[in-house]
């Protein structure tokens, strides 16, 4: 079974990530709403989150999982063997756990890299992360219900096309970045019909401080009609 994904992101009202400054208190508050089993990241997203120069005395002790930990599960598509500072991931206190999927090309040395800091891996693709079955098997051994996707636009590109969202979510900044560069929240190749078209239906609509709007949308699958 998949569990249910919710793309969440701040963005300007062009739908950029990138420039401008998010109220990462309230985009974080809010993401408490949905209550996720897993947190679901890119590769890039946690290089660009990771501060790599923390020396490893002045990290905190990775608080340990209890049997009632509540706490989601950080899971990150690394097929690329790009995330190498795990020590700094595993002792963040938002999470109970780390898994990393993978894809057949992820080399060797990495595997056996993760396996050296206990992170349990799922394989699944030939090239990137196959995301279906990697969802299922996060539900099938892990029990992952909802999975709130922290990501850049790639990894949601990825999941949108594939139809494996159930819940588009932004937090809407007053303000226009503008440009030419393909930082939106959903990048993708660009489609050869409208057959490819997303539809949204509006779940909820709420106005914050500072004239930010937060807009949540359930994904209209294609059996259940636009
Ligand atoms: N504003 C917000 O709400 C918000 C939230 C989170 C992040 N961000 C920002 O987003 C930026 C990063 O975004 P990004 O788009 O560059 O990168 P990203 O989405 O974080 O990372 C790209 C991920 O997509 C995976 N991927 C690419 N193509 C795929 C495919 N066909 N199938 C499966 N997986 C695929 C890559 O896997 P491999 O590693 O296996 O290649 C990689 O893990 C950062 O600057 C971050 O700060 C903003």
Known sequence: MLPRVIVYNAVSLDGRIDWFTPDVGLFYELAATWQEDATLAGSETLLTAEDQTAP???????????PDDQRPLLVVVDSRA????WDYWKRQPYWRGVIVLCSRATPA??????????????VAGDDHVS????????????????VRVDSGGTLNGAL?????????????HPVLVGGTSPRSFY???????????ISLKLIHQERLENDVLWLRYQVVKPSEGA
Not at 82 to 85: C, D, E, K, L, Y
């Open 56 to 66: 490893e005395e002045e990290l905190a002790e990775a608080p340990e999982p209890q």
């Open 82 to 85: 790009r995330v190498r500072h």
């Open 109 to 122: 040395e990495y595997l056996r890299l993760l396996q050296e800091h206990r992170i349990p891996c799922i």
């Open 131 to 146: 995301l279906r079955p990697a969802l299922e098997e996060l539900n099938a051994h892990y029990g992952v219900q909802t």
């Open 160 to 172: 949108l096309r594939a139809g494996l969202v159930d819940e588009v979510s932004v937090l809407l």
């Open 187 to 197: 990048r993708a190749p660009d489609l050869t019909s409208a057959q490819g078209l």
